[in-house]
């Protein structure tokens, strides 16, 4: 039998900045968690989320804080996604090659890489910061 983990993040690019959790499942219930999460941790922020069409991003039964809008990317491109390219670091930096016991060493290759992410503005911004995105004041 296997077991998983999941990573939810978001990411602000121009400021290099993100905010992630590592949750049991994927479904409705920890989608909500994650976006009042993020509500929270950028209270001081409206955010705009671009999330694909997967069914917990696009379920009526969604609780949208106030200071967060989704936007469903068109379907078939998760190139547009800039997140999309946090999996791939992930999964470079945290997995590769590499044989876990546990989940829970899992879990904190995860989260260190995570944590490295969060520490360098830079690399973030290098990895997320697509022209497209980019809105002028």
Known sequence: MRTY???????????????????????????????DYVSRDFKDFFVIMIVDQAGWHMTKRLKIPENIRLIAQPSHSPELNPVEHLWDELREKAMTNKGFKSLDQVEEALCREIRALENNPNRLRSLTNFPYLRIPC
């Open 5 to 35: 983990v999941y990573v939810f993040a978001a990411v602000c690019a121009p400021l290099g900045r993100m905010t992630a959790l590592i949750l049991p499942f994927v479904n409705t219930d920890m989608m909500n968690l994650f976006l």
